[in-house]
T-cell receptor
């Protein structure tokens, strides 16, 4: 059972556009991680957010943790073809990592 | 950074045969490793937690007799898909945590694409 619903499920945009993907849950988390996975590879950690309301920036990517620590968003400014991939959110649960449903992003040139 | 090596990257087998996938932590020791399965266009689903020197812990709905996990050393965990069938065809990914890394970071292998004919 996946506790984290991500939306949209699929997103196809042109290079240069902005986008936001969401990660929602009814549970409260102490922290949340975002990963990106490219086809045929394992996921790579992008960021960990810990504090409610926290905003972290990674170049053109902006991550926000909801005030209640139940949800998170990822905003990409001026998307590039290299941003194409599967974006996954996941709350560390002790040793385990349970991933959200994922958002598959395709950026066209 | 820590590296996790997974082998083979791709395997094709006949229905009814068994397939072994290896996951190695190359420059750190991992008392715990994790095995995930990913179907096309879907997210990663945790199958089991592999514990060094003890039995693996399986997630609900995962058959332990079908997916045998062995974690005999601090750097190696193996997943054996026994009597594989076409519905077992999937992308299998392992991961491990380097306890020296902050933020509970998991390092992932590059995955194994299993195709059962």
């Amino acid at each position: 059972t996946q506790l984290l619903e991500q939306s949209p499920q699929f997103l196809s945009i042109q290079e240069g556009e902005n986008l936001t993907v969401y990660c929602n849950s009814s549970s409260v988390f102490s922290s949340l991680q975002w990963y990106r996975q490219e086809p045929g590879e394992g996921p790579v950690l992008l960021v960990t957010v810990v504090t409610g309301g926290e905003v972290k920036k990674l170049k053109r990517l902006t991550f926000q943790f909801g005030d209640a620590r139940k949800d998170s968003s990822l905003h990409i400014t001026a998307a590039q073809t290299g941003d194409t991939g599967l974006y996954l959110c996941a709350p560390p649960r002790g040793h385990k990592l349970i991933f959200g449903t994922g958002t598959r992003l395709q950026v066209f040139p | 950074g820590a590296v996790v090596s997974q082998h083979p990257s791709r395997v094709i087998c006949k229905s009814g045969t068994s397939v072994k996938i290896e996951c190695r932590s190359l420059d750190f020791q991992a008392t715990t490793m994790f095995w995930y399965r990913q179907f096309p266009k879907q997210s990663l689903m945790l199958m089991a937690t592999s514990n060094e020197g003890s039995k693996a812990t399986y997630e609900q709905g995962v058959e332990k007799d079908k997916f045998l996990i062995n974690h005999a050393s601090l750097t190696l965990s193996t997943l054996t898909v026994t009597s594989a069938h076409p519905e077992d065809s999937s992308f299998y990914i392992c991961s491990a945590r380097d306890l020296k890394e902050a933020n509970e970071k998991l390092f992932f292998g590059s995955g194994t694409q299993l195709s059962v004919l």
